[in-house]
């Protein structure tokens, strides 16, 4: 293999001679300390490279070496419960991806290969087997059972398949193809920037429940959805993210941090492996990847860290299960982009990013989806994507987040005066938007209540009003307002303050039910209507308001979610309280 040598280093770029041996995208190792780094421009014989790794110390004359592959991943047991670096180094705490710990360059291997796993095989010697094709099974977390594939371009005949303990190198079965035998271990690798095949795309239409009922009942996202939270600094991006991580009903969750503060992937190391998902009984770690490449790390690994996080989730979705991905923040993913684009003087676009942005970003979201996978048994498996986005200054007119909103179909639009009000998720009901909102719909009204949508498209409808509504008294006051428009106002205050609000670090309030979900609106609309009516026997609006029956609706976020049974006594006790006031009302006025 030919040699190149450095003719520039400039940050994390360099840029190489004597390389005409080399293809874009090829992983090179630069300067004898072998640091990692992939070709992203060729002209003639000079490769620009981007380096993963710090590049102080190296300079021109240092060798380049091409490995002649693209940027690659390993897949295989040994992925649950990782944390790794944006290149799959694995890491055991963040003081490693510090450097403490990895020395540069050193080309440690991303999975064990020591650990020996117990592999199942599933199917018998004799059998045709082809890509995707599930082999057998290893159990690799008391929740996850990792399905072993035949990877794509291996087909023929099953020779030999053997039961036992094996590591991830050692062959567990042998196949018989048009070229001759293929010995099959546990690992595969798969180059990051090219999607994973499948056989179908499918329409996502089941909802994945995250427990937070801004999104749940009002802004859903499917499973294989995909769904962009951009928000200012301190809105409540990385809560949400981290909501999702630990509630939605997924099966596989990778998160990836990106570019965002150390401390927040530490939050997520120190409090995952002690959260206990009540739906298994097991940490939420024993389903979880977690990809780390904080604002401490090499910059170009950002951009590996997306890819690297989205290749291992479609690895799992081929598995035939329902992932989510959350990457906190895409923002910083397509700074990267910039920094690097403009170091190669390419003609930029939009504020300084390159012209190929949107169409990166629309790639990369273009990989969630339910799909039915590769493999004979007609298995189905939904990857879900959800990115922050951090607009400067919270303007969503820029580059990224205009790119990313014209690809996603769900819009989670924080709020800076939301959080500022301390009003959490500060999720702005007003200009969100879910475009699965009416597949959904079906799916609630056959699985939780019939009435699920109607009461979700009512409690929208007034918020809606509310708006045109607070116009008007901050015009003219509220006693302009009709009796009916100030109950009314009261109605959209509950459902603001006792429904959309809701608590990230409450022990109860954290996760909502769908069933509580729809309990607590049906609550609110239910007073709504009572009041009404009360309204229109004689009652005040003023006595309505004072009614204690509201505490016990405000405090209802607080039901555990084995006393649901409490919703039905709250409700008797309601009407109740309503009758009482209208009989009084009756003898008053007679
Ligand atoms: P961002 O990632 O957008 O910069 P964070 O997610 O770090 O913002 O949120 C900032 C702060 O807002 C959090 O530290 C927390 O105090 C508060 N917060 C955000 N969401 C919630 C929530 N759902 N419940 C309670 N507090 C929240
Ligand atoms: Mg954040």
Partial sequence: MKVGRIIKVSGPLVVAEGMEDANVYDVVEVSENKLIGEIIEMRGDKASIQVYEETTGIGPGDIVITTGSPLSIELGPGLIEQMFDGIQRPLQSLQDAAGDFLTKGVAVKSLNREKKWEFVPVVNVGDLVKPGDII???????????KIMVPVGIEGTLEKIESGNFTIEETVAVVKTEDGEKELTMLQKWPVRKGRPYSNKLDPTDPLITGQRVIDTFFPVTKGGA????????????????????????????????????????????????????????????????????????????????YTGITIS????????????????????????????????????????????????????????????????????????????????????????????RIVKVFWGLDYALSYRRHFPAINWLNSYSLYQTKVDKYFDENIDTNFSRDRIRAMALLQEESGLEEIVRLVGRDALSDADQ????????????????????????????????KMLSLIL???????????????TSEIEVMPIRDKIARSKNIPETELDRFAEITKEMKE??????????????
């Avoid at 403009?342 to 169409?359: F, Q």
């Avoid at 969630?368 to 607009?391: F, H, Q, W």
């Fill in 136 to 146: 057998g099974t290893v159990q690799e977390t008391p929740i996850v059972s990792h």
């Fill in 227 to 306: 769904a962009a939270i951009p928000g200012p600094f301190g809105s409540g991006k990385t809560v949400v993210q981290h909501q999702l991580a630990k509630w939605a009903d997924a099966e596989i969750v990778v998160y990836v941090g990106c570019g965002e503060r150390g401390n927040e992937m530490t939050d997520v190391l120190m409090e995952f492996p002690e959260i206990i998902d009540p739906k298994t009984g097991e940490s939420l770690m024993k389903r979880t990847v977690l990809i780390a490449n904080t604002s401490n790390m090499p910059v170009a690994a950002r951009e590996a860290s997306i």
């Fill in 314 to 405: 479609e690895y799992f979705r081929d598995m035939g299960y329902s992932v989510a991905m959350m990457a906190d923040s895409t923002s910083r993913w397509a700074e990267a982009l910039r920094e690097m684009s403009g170091r190669l003087e390419e003609m930029p676009g939009d504020e300084g990013y390159p012209a190929y942005l949107a169409s990166r970003i629309a790639d990369y979201y273009e990989r969630a989806g339910k799909v039915e996978c590769l493999g004979n048994d007609g298995r189905v498996g939904a990857l879900t994507v959800i990115g922050a986005v951090s607009p400067p200054g919270g303007d969503i007119s820029e580059p990224v987040s205009q790119a990313t909103l």
């Fill in 487 to 518: 109950l009314k106002l009261e109605v959209t205050k509950s459902i603001r303050e006792d429904f959309l609000q809701q608590n990230a670090f409450h022990e109860v309030d954290t996760y909502c039910s769908l069933d509580k979900q729809y």
């Fill in 526 to 540: 239910e007073f709504y209507d009572l009041a009404m009516e009360a309204l229109e026997k004689g009652a005040y």
């Fill in 577 to 590: 309280d309503f009758t009482k006031l209208v009989e009084k009302e009756g003898t008053v006025n007679a």
